[in-house]
């Protein structure tokens, strides 16, 4: 089975994320930060990667530690639920629309990670969540999970709708690339022999 737990504990998060790249897209997300668990939710639902994420972070001082943590966790779990990444499609793209935004995502889960984002945000905040941090947390999660991970807005006025679209883009180029390819069986998808 294609699943994996991770527990990460610093001075500033002690996180835990469990997945399963087979499941419904189930989510139980809870990091103190309402507006990013509903980011997480969206990223479990709409990649049918069922998560349980657990974080207790320094959130006195800002949502910074918490959100960059959380995407290296889950990047982490990501690259161990893989394996070897035998029989994978590999890539994934998808242009999704929510209103005014449309996002387009193409990614490679390539174990080279790199991270191209042009995504600006219209305003600062969404309620209280820094809108920078949705960058954040995209970077952590290719650096740690081996994507690269490219993310375009092509439309958007309202950041909320940017935020979540960029989230479901992702999500559905992931459940793309991490979904068994039947005409690959056993075979890497590379001619290097590795990924």
Known sequence: MRKATI???TAETDISVEINLDGRGTYDNQTGVGFFDHMLDQLSRHSLIDMTIRAKGDLHIDDHHTVEDVGIALGQALTKALGDKRGIRRYGHFALAMDDAQIS???D???RPFLVWNCDM???KIGTFDTELVREFFQALSTHG???LHIDRVHGLNA???AEAA???VARALRMAVEADPRMADSLPSTKGAL
């Open 7 to 9: 527990s990460r504990t």
């Open 109 to 111: 889960l390539s174990a």
């Open 167 to 169: 989230f479901k883009s």
């Open 146 to 148: 081996g994507i690269t």
């Open 105 to 107: 995502t193409a990614l």
């Open 160 to 162: 909320h709708h940017i």
């Open 122 to 124: 219209p305003t600062a």
